[in-house]
């Protein structure tokens, strides 16, 4: 049954992408009632920078170090992915599973103790 | 069996659906106002004010008259922003917090719908709104939104791993009587209806005290609170992602994080501490009736939120270096060898109280590494030749 799943899902999403809409809605309505300000002014709009006039953009360069963090993220999460499916029937296989399991988590395990050698997982 | 709820009987799946979410979304905006008006009154308690006390009676419409002033307020959009991203972002904060709620169990059978894969789901759904943090902190074209954004980043992902790990090791435990016939049990469920129907005389508490702590820990680094609030630390990077925003759209963001802590609270009383079946469970074979339910769950999802509360009023901000530290040197292996060791009791059928024991050795591990990171506090890292997010021109 499609509906009985993940239809409720989709129904969800759809009253989750809606319910913010609301409160723009009504916003939106107060501004036509002239109940909401709207008094655009070039200093208002200004990138806020305590008091300063903001000094060219910030979408330059950026420290790499956010960059590693990631790498290191997206690869334990994939393989953390992995072992949902051994956690759910881990039991119920033999014991050559976890020992396998504990290969795939070793092997981890080395990553990090890796990346904690080489620094990685310093913050500089 | 879950459509007789409240006499839907043979009502259209979509209607029912419909009905329950917007139930849902009800109860949400009712509990958000009450969580921040529960929070800033809890908070001054702790710091010897009154909070708010002028709007209706004790206060109690704070949040009535704060929603009406934000939707009242002037939508501003700096110039220099990216219009669509700015825009967006707090969508994408919002909807998969929003999306969580689908698993939540609230009572027994009363949920928008349990799936096979609940955990999963989960933390699948809710660690989108990282993206709309990013969103939120490059499209504002702020210096400090910009660095709060990528705080946001980095905190977010390292932290899921714990998390996503913490909720993996729990599922493994799990008991699921699968064949009434054999009376043989499985271990191991995403399922969150199971897994609180396996808690019904002990909680995973007990069996995975590690694990508990961890979940918290990770959970107050998610929801970006204290100690883990660089992202938004108003005295660092004034509201960080936020900084820009103002009136609805920033009201949008605070509803996402009320509306995350509700969720993490409720996840925390069903994982760990036994939903609405623990301690029914311990008198009788039939669960309680749905009030006596929704109070035990309600009580369990307070006690969360208060001690969330409570340590925003006692834990100074950390450090960014010591935030990261702590989650990729001390949580990370820590639970790595938790999924271990509980593979390697379920598989050889060892006794469960050395779950416990192996728990609790973990337990002293994590205070005894937090004392001695403590005690021997390391030195600030050196300034980098370039401030932080500020762009080489």
Same mark, same amino acid.
């Given at each position: 049954?499609?509906?009985?799943?993940?239809?409720?899902?989709?129904?969800?999403?759809?009253?989750?992408?809606?319910?913010?809409?609301?409160?723009?809605?009504?916003?939106?309505? +107060?501004?036509?009632?002239?109940?909401?300000?709207?008094?655009?002014?070039?200093?208002?709009?200004?990138?806020?920078?305590?008091?300063?006039?903001?000094?060219?953009?910030?979408?330059?360069?950026?420290?790499?170090?956010?960059?590693?963090?990631?790498?290191?993220?997206?690869?334990?999460?994939?393989?953390?992915?992995? +072992?949902?499916?051994?956690?759910?029937?881990?039991?119920? +296989?033999?014991?050559?599973?976890?020992?396998?399991?504990?290969?795939?988590?070793?092997?981890?395990?080395?990553?990090?103790?890796?990346?904690?050698?080489?620094?990685?997982?310093?913050?500089? | 069996?879950?459509?007789?709820?409240?006499?839907?009987? $043979?009502?259209?799946?979509?209607?029912?659906?419909?009905?329950?979410?917007?139930?849902?979304?009800?109860?949400?905006?009712?509990?958000?106002?009450?969580?921040?008006?529960?929070?800033?009154?809890?908070?001054?308690?702790?710091?010897?004010?009154?909070?708010?006390?002028?709007?209706?009676?004790?206060?109690?419409?704070?949040?009535?008259? !704060?929603?009406?002033?934000?939707? *009242?307020?002037?939508?501003?959009?700096?110039?220099? /922003?990216?219009?669509?991203?700015?825009?967006?972002?707090?969508?994408?904060?919002?909807?998969?917090?929003?999306?969580?709620?689908?698993?939540?169990?609230?009572?027994?059978?009363?949920?928008?719908?349990?799936?096979?894969?609940?955990?999963?789901?989960?933390?699948?759904?809710?660690?989108?709104?990282?993206?709309?943090?990013?969103?939120?902190?490059?499209?504002?074209?702020?210096?400090?939104?910009?660095?709060?954004?990528?705080?946001?980043?980095?905190?977010?992902?390292?932290?899921?791993?714990?998390?996503?790990?913490?909720?993996? /090791?729990?599922?493994?435990?799990?008991?699921? @009587?699968? !064949?009434? =016939?054999?009376?043989?049990?499985?271990?191991?469920?995403?399922?969150?209806?199971?897994?609180?129907?396996?808690?019904?005389?002990?909680?995973?508490?007990?069996?995975? @005290?590690?694990?508990?702590?961890?979940?918290?820990?990770?959970?107050?680094?998610?929801?970006?609170?204290?100690?883990? !609030?660089?992202?938004? *630390?108003?005295?660092?990077?004034? $509201?960080?992602?936020?900084?820009?925003?103002?009136?609805?759209?920033?009201?949008?963001?605070?509803?996402?994080?009320?509306?995350?802590?509700?969720?993490?609270?409720?996840?925390?009383? =069903?994982?760990?501490?036994?939903?609405?079946?623990?301690?029914?469970?311990?008198?009788?074979?039939?669960?309680?009736?749905?009030?006596?339910?929704?109070?035990?769950?309600?009580?369990?999802? *307070?006690?969360?939120?208060?001690?969330?509360?409570?340590?925003?009023?006692?834990? @100074?901000?950390?450090?960014?270096?010591?935030?990261?530290?702590?989650?990729?040197?001390?949580?990370?292996?820590?639970?790595? =060898?938790?999924?271990?060791?509980?593979? &390697?009791? &379920?598989?050889?059928?060892?006794?469960?109280?050395?779950?416990?024991?192996? *728990?609790?050795? $973990?337990?002293?591990?994590?205070?005894?590494?937090?004392?001695?990171?403590?005690?021997?506090?390391?030195?600030?890292? /050196?300034?980098?030749?370039?401030?932080?997010?500020?762009?080489?021109?």
């Amino acid at each position: 049954m499609i509906p009985d799943e993940f239809g409720r899902v989709v129904i969800l999403l759809g009253v989750a992408l809606a319910f913010p809409a609301l409160p723009l809605l009504v916003s939106y309505l +107060l501004y036509l009632f002239h109940i909401r300000p709207e008094r655009p002014d070039p200093i208002k709009h200004e990138t806020y920078e305590c008091g300063v006039i903001a000094e060219g953009g910030s979408w330059g360069q950026f420290n790499a170090r956010y960059y590693l963090f990631a790498l290191g993220f997206v690869i334990f999460d994939v393989e953390v992915v992995f +072992l949902y499916p051994w956690a759910v029937i881990h039991a119920d +296989l033999a014991a050559t599973a976890l020992v396998k399991a504990a290969i795939f988590i070793g092997i981890l395990a080395f990553g990090l103790a890796y990346a904690w050698k080489r620094g990685a997982l310093e913050w500089r | 069996m879950s459509t007789e709820i409240f006499g839907f009987d $043979g009502v259209n799946v979509w209607v029912d659906g419909l009905v329950r979410v917007l139930l849902i979304v009800g109860f949400m905006t009712v509990v958000v106002m009450g969580l921040i008006y529960g929070e800033r009154k809890i908070l001054a308690r702790f710091q010897q004010r009154l909070g708010p006390t002028r709007t209706g009676p004790v206060g109690l419409l704070q949040s009535v008259a !704060d929603a009406l002033k934000l939707v *009242g307020k002037e939508d501003l959009r700096p110039r220099n /922003a990216d219009a669509w991203t700015f825009e967006l972002a707090p969508y994408l904060v919002f909807v998969p917090v929003f999306l969580g709620f689908v698993i939540v169990p609230f009572v027994l059978d009363w949920q928008v719908r349990i799936l096979e894969l609940g955990l999963l789901y989960f933390v699948a759904v809710t660690g989108i709104n990282i993206v709309g943090w990013i969103m939120a902190g490059w499209g504002s074209d702020n210096r400090y939104a910009m660095i709060g954004g990528m705080r946001a980043a980095a905190q977010g992902i390292s932290y899921e791993l714990p998390l996503v790990l913490s909720l993996l /090791a729990v599922a493994m435990v799990v008991e699921v @009587p699968s !064949d009434s =016939a054999t009376g043989e049990s499985l271990r191991g469920s995403l399922n969150l209806n199971e897994i609180i129907a396996a808690q019904a005389e002990i909680p995973n508490l007990v069996w995975q @005290p590690l694990v508990l702590i961890v979940f918290f820990i990770a959970a107050l680094a998610e929801l970006n609170r204290t100690p883990f !609030d660089i992202p938004v *630390g108003e005295s660092e990077v004034v $509201g960080g992602p936020f900084v820009e925003y103002s009136g609805i759209r920033w009201s949008m963001f605070f509803l996402a994080e009320y509306a995350a802590l509700l969720i993490m609270s409720l996840i925390f009383a =069903a994982v760990f501490l036994g939903g609405w079946a623990w301690p029914a469970g311990l008198f009788q074979d039939d669960p309680w009736p749905r009030w006596a339910q929704a109070l035990l769950v309600t009580g369990k999802a *307070g006690l969360f939120i208060f001690m969330v509360f409570w340590v925003r009023a006692s834990v @100074p901000r950390l450090r960014i270096d010591q935030l990261m530290s702590f989650t990729w040197k001390i949580l990370l292996p820590l639970m790595f =060898a938790q999924v271990l060791i509980n593979g &390697l009791v &379920l598989v050889y059928d060892w006794p469960e109280i050395v779950l416990t024991v192996t *728990g609790l050795v $973990g337990v002293l591990v994590l205070v005894m590494a937090v004392d001695r990171a403590v005690r021997h506090p390391r030195p600030r890292p /050196a300034p980098a030749t370039q401030l932080e997010g500020e762009a080489a021109s």
